[in-house]
């Protein structure tokens, strides 16, 4: 059984940092792509930041800069480092995957709340 277990998670000020990690148990996903997504309060979830198996990243706009999305196939986790956190990044911060060859992401994590307070 697949599950992806986020933390790093909780309050700081704005400024500050966070290094949020998502350890991935029940199958290797080191082929795969493995992404970081958000919900904030009364909002849609949005993409974040993502990271092929060859290490390539994306970004969300808003975070370039900001937020650095890595990724230790060794062991089979995915690591979002958080710089200089504003408001509007407060939100619950998911992990997830996308298997090679899907069009969506398959496996999610539960969350991990992030708050930035101003």
């Not at 277990?5 to 996903?29: D, N």
């Not at 619950?92 to 999610?108: E, I, K, N």
């Amino acid at each position: 059984q697949v599950q992806l277990v986020e933390s790093g998670g909780g309050l700081v000020q704005a400024g500050g940092s966070l290094r949020l990690s998502c350890a991935a148990s029940g199958r290797t996903f080191s082929n795969h792509k493995m992404g970081w997504f958000r919900q904030a309060p009364g909002k849609e979830r949005e993409f974040v930041a993502a990271i092929a198996w060859s290490g390539n990243a994306d970004y969300e706009d808003s975070v370039k800069g900001r937020f650095t999305i890595s990724r230790d196939n060794a062991k089979n986790t995915v690591y979002l480092q958080m710089n200089s956190l504003k408001p509007e990044d407060t939100a619950v911060y998911y992990c997830a995957v996308r298997l090679s060859g899907d069009s969506v992401y398959r496996y999610w994590g539960q969350g991990t709340q992030v708050t930035v307070s101003s």
